[in-house]
């Protein structure tokens, strides 16, 4: 079993950033994935961001591409999403994820480990 906490949102104007952190409760395998997913009110979880956590490898969902970046952070086992130009369409609750089980890594079915989120939202 693996918790998992994000922290880091809040609100923003449009064109500004932040970073979300989330930390798992214990080691996650070097051998699998994490990523960052969202919802916003009345619409499907989303795939934002996923990361390999063996390699370092990331996947990016097209509407995020080149404003945000994931990362982490073995040695602390953290996770980060920095979020730059941020747009009132990214106002949504983001969540954390771990531990692939499907094969589609930015799918919301694929991970078995989520957290309870954390808000972000942007103003116009």
């Known amino acids: 079993q693996v918790q998992l906490v994000e922290s880091g949102g809040g609100s923003v104007q449009a064109g500004g950033s932040l970073r979300l952190s989330c930390v798992a409760s214990?080691?996650?395998?070097?051998?699998?994935?994490m990523g960052w997913f969202r919802q916003a009110p009345g619409k499907e979880h989303e795939g934002v961001a996923a990361i390999y956590t063996g390699s370092g490898g990331t996947y990016y969902a097209d509407s995020v591409k080149g404003r945000f970046t994931i990362s982490q952070d073995n040695a602390k086992n953290t996770l980060y999403l920095q979020m730059n130009n941020l747009k009132p369409e990214d106002t949504a609750m983001y969540y954390c994820?771990?531990?692939?089980?499907?094969?589609?890594?930015?799918?919301?079915?694929?991970?078995?480990?989520w957290g309870q989120g954390t808000q972000v939202t942007v103003s116009s």
């Open positions: 994820a771990a531990d692939l089980r499907g094969t589609r890594v930015l799918s919301p079915t694929s991970f078995r480990y």
């Open positions: 214990r080691y996650t395998d070097n051998n699998n994935y």
